[in-house]
């Protein structure tokens, strides 16, 4: 029978894909500094296996971002369904924020907005 997944484990998976994504990382590199296959690292980003304190502070000195943003959508009422960590998941939603955020003219940032909104069919 397989392992169940629980939602905090599966919410600290989806946020690991989210912010490696984010910072342009492969599951290679972060094997690597962890010292882990990187067979080891899907299984951490599925929720099949539990990340240990020692390793997600490693992962979070990595990922430049303080342990809370592993579990912040766990501790606030938000819907899990609408976090960060879900919103960035898709293949290649983290560099569509990278290649927004780097757009320093606020007509071409509302020009770009305004296109993604009408590819999407949204106001």
């Not at 600290?12 to 094997?31: D, E, F, N």
């Not at 766990?74 to 780097?102: I, K, M, N, Q, W």
Request: net charge neutral.
């Amino acid at each position: 029978m397989p392992k169940e997944i629980s939602p905090d484990d599966q919410l600290t998976a989806s946020r690991l894909v989210a912010l490696r994504k984010a910072r342009g990382m492969t599951q290679s590199r972060v094997a690597g500094v962890l010292g882990v296959t990187f067979q080891q690292i899907q299984k951490y980003e599925r929720g099949l296996n539990r990340i240990g304190p020692d390793r997600l502070s490693k992962l979070a000195a990595l990922l430049e971002v303080p342990i809370s943003a592993f579990f912040d959508e766990l501790a606030g009422e938000h819907d899990p369904g609408f976090g960060l960590s879900t919103l960035l998941a898709p293949e290649g939603a983290a560099d569509l924020v990278r290649a927004y955020a780097v757009i320093e003219n606020p007509d071409q940032q509302r020009e770009a907005l305004a296109l993604v909104r009408a590819l999407a069919r949204i106001r």
